[in-house]
């Protein structure tokens, strides 16, 4: 059909759209002819019958890839005019220019056979609504996305072949470098390969990427760090990130590795990656240059920080950490056979362990399997170790000071690189400064401020290196040494020492069990504890489960006796102090901070009524006491009267609490009350204690005959 058949008048009422896209900014440069017939396309639009102010040209996309839309700004400008009904015919010098993907092509042809758009290309005009034209705009979109990937797969085969060779040229980690013939080769400076030497000795000691940085920190050390797309190398300090960086890279065990991760896009156009799994790596060839560790040593290290994860599995051995849990990431349920968490709980100002059996919480919501107390199951375990590394501890004595001095030996030698490395640095701005000419004062200044700067640093180098000495000898003065010493006598007291890290005794204890496996039984009260040695030995230790807050702080069952029998000639202030003289304490005093705690007359009253004791009035009733009003009445007397013969002791008077009492009546022959200046009531209650006395007396010696 011809061309200008197609094109109607409301085509020309609205715009032409030229659409021009080169894929990148070198063919934007070097390929000027390809842009110049772009914009020729203007020519066809006004030969169709469009004017030339109704011509909008999109340029924006200049230097981007048409494999996808989502990074296009022109393209997306262009689709949304076209479905606003804004444009009456799009223009584009090939199908290529517009999109190389299927997805975005159709998208587009929908668009314009619903608004009624042309297309135009280099050769001809197409109606998008019109089944033919549609058809072949579809077949051409089909072969421009075809050609997109035959051209990727040309390049992408060719570096491939090249890879699985081990020719290919990718940007090498710090410490490699490419010499002359293109092979690869360690880098000939000598710090960065001792430092990079020193980081992988100190991840074999520690089993740590966050532990390794510290111990960077600690020691003062920087590591090296190379600029992207650049051969400078800066020493800085070592971080987390840089430290899973070096250790996930196969190239520093030597191996030339390639295609580890997949890329993707996604519907956004957002790249996507994914790690692969190294067997299913495009090229992996070990031992094709130096390296600084071995393959092995390199496996080893990616399963200790697969160990290290937060998350816990069925079986995860966590390194050591700062926690008062002895068993941490080593001990296993024996209920389920899952591995047992470590939790904390601050109870009255002192942190408690436990080890807690959570996945059936975590996963499905049921009750924890169990919940065993870890101090005393700690304590055991302790004693187990210390018994059994005693006759092995003269060894270990010399081999911490060994692994300790030399440790420090090669820290030193690392700082004096860096000294060295910063006199060289010095030496060069001064043979820079005395090469200038003395006139030209604005570069004389300039490299005499450089040289100042070099010496600046050269100075706190060595005084850094000089205090590091210094710290050095001191952690390894005569108190350490005598520390290292009594190891051989007695392991148990530096194993019991306070200043000895957590970290420290999990990590011995690594180095002697495998795992440790816990069964709680609630009935008897204690917990089994099956301990597997490193090459295979076991053993079982029971431990006796703490008992509860409440039977901590019960008081014991010989001290209620004691009350017991106290209240038949005692009231409860006098039972008080009785229990505190003798030195007995409250079921208080079992927790932490009230060892001190002492009976009162209110913890004596508490235990009579919490078990069931008689009370003191209730004793002094079934001995024949009468209250006040009652031995009134059986005397015949006042209540004042009474109470000052109680005082002169004529009728005996019995306290049931610190101010209440009852009376005991006298013998059978109930005294009278008189007034008589002759007879006072003293006189009368001396005539009745020596009466009473000889009584006694007399019943005595009767008893004797």
Known sequence: MNEKLKV??????????????????????????????????????????????????IDSDQGESGASAAWREGFQHLVS??????????????????????????????????????????????????????????????????ELHVIKARLRGGILNKARRGEYRCPLPTGFIYNEVGDVVLDPDAQIREMITHFFETFSRVGSATQ?????????????????????????????????RTLHNPRFAGVYAYGQRLYRRTVDGKKQVRKREPN???????????????????????????????????????????????????????????HMRARYVTRRGQVDTWY?????????????????????????????????????????ALEIRKEIEARYDEADKLRLRAVERAQIDADLAQRRFMLV????????????????DKLRMLADLREERARALREDRATLDDAIRDRLIAMTADFKTVWCDPTLPNRE??????????????????????????????????????TQNPKSSAQQVK???????????????????????????????????????????????????????????????????????????EACAKLGITECTLVRWAKYGIVKRHAYNGYIGLYELPGPHVPAKQCSRWNQLAHRAEAIRRLNSSKCSDLKERAVV
């Open 8 to 57: 109607q008048s409301h085509h020309l009422e609205r715009g032409a759209y030229l659409y021009i896209r080169q894929s990148s900014m070198r063919q934007v440069m070097e390929n000027v002819e390809s842009t110049k017939r772009q914009y020729d396309l203007r020519g066809r639009a006004i030969g169709l019958g469009w004017r030339d102010d109704q011509i909008t040209v």
């Open 81 to 146: 005019d076209v479905g606003m009904g804004r444009a009456g015919i799009v223009m584009g010098l090939e199908v290529s220019r517009l999109a190389r993907n299927n997805a975005d092509w159709h998208r587009l042809l929908e668009i314009c056979a619903l608004a009624d758009t042309l297309i135009l290309d280099e050769d001809g005009v197409y109606d998008p609504a019109n089944f033919n034209d549609r058809l072949l705009l579809g077949l051409k979109g089909t072969m421009s996305e075809a």
């Open 212 to 244: 390794t940085v510290k111990a960077f920190a600690s020691e003062g050390l920087l590591f090296p760090s190379r600029f992207r797309n650049s051969k400078r190398v800066v020493f800085q300090p070592l971080t987390t990130s840089t430290a899973l």
């Open 280 to 338: 299913e790596w495009l090229a992996c060839i070990p031992d094709a240059h130096p390296g600084y560790i071995s393959w092995e040593q390199f496996q080893h290290n990616l399963k200790a920080l697969e160990a290290n994860g937060q998350g816990y599995q069925t079986a995860r051995v966590s390194p050591p950490r700062e926690g008062a849990a002895l068993l941490q990431g080593r001990v296993i349920c024996g209920r389920c056979g899952c």
């Open 356 to 396: 807690v059996c959570s996945r059936a919480y975590v996963s499905r919501g049921e009750p924890h399997c169990q919940s065993i107390a870890g101090w005393p199951v700690d304590a055991a375990i302790g004693e187990l170790i210390a018994a059994a590394m005693t006759p092995a501890a003269v060894e270990l």
């Open 437 to 452: 000419d003395p006139n030209n004062r604005l570069v004389a200044d300039t490299l005499e401020r450089e040289w100042n």
């Open 505 to 542: 005794r999990k990590r011995l204890l690594a180095y002697l069990v495998e795992d440790v496996t816990l069964l709680k039984f609630q009935a008897e009260g204690e917990t089994r504890i099956h301990i597997r040695f490193r090459g295979g030995r076991t053993e079982t230790l029971t």
């Open 555 to 629: 008081t014991r069952p010989e001290v209620v006796e004691l009350v017991d029998k106290l209240l038949d000639d005692h009231i409860c202030a006098e039972i008080a102090d009785i229990l505190n003289a003798r030195g007995i304490r409250p079921g208080g005093s079992a927790r932490r901070g009230k060892a001190d705690a002492q009976f009162t007359d209110l913890r004596v009253i508490y235990l009579v009524k919490q078990y069931g004791l008689r009370s003191r009035y209730d004793r002094l009733r079934e001995r024949g006491m009468l209250t006040k009003a």
